[in-house]
Nanobody
Framework: QVQFVESGGGLAQPGASLRLSCAAS????????MAWYRQAPGKQRGVVAH???????YYVDSVKGRFTISRDNANKTIYLQMNSLKPEDTAVYYC?????????WGQGTQVTVSS
């Protein structure tokens, strides 16, 4: 069964940085577009950023210029470097295959941005 283990979250002040990691136990990891999702309290989970097998990236407008997604195919890991954090970035962050309709999600990692 595919598993995702997210880490790196925590409490950060506005303007600070955090780096999230996600280890994925997926065979043929390198062929998948992978994404970071987030879910804030009372809101639906949505894509924050994704990275395609060839390295092309996409970001939602609210994080463009602040977040950077990357991947390490050899270690089946994706990362999310988050800079200039804002209170509205507070959410639980998850990784998964882009566009998945699976119910198989990791536990996520909580990011709280507050002074």
């Amino acid at each position: 069964q595919v598993q995702f283990v997210e880490s790196g979250g925590g409490l950060a002040q506005p303007g600070a940085s955090l780096r999230l990691s996600c280890a994925a136990s997926i065979s043929d990891f390198s062929i998948y577009a992978m994404a970071w999702y987030r879910q804030a309290p009372g809101k639906q989970r949505g894509v924050v950023a994704h990275i395609r097998p060839g390295g092309r990236t996409y970001y939602v407008d609210s994080v463009k210029g602040r977040f950077t997604i990357s991947r390490d195919n050899a270690n089946k890991t994706i990362y999310l470097q988050m800079n200039s954090l804002k209170p509205e970035d507070t959410a639980v962050y998850y990784c998964n295959i882009l566009g998945t309709n699976s119910d198989n999600w990791g536990q996520g990692t909580q990011v709280t941005v507050s002074s």
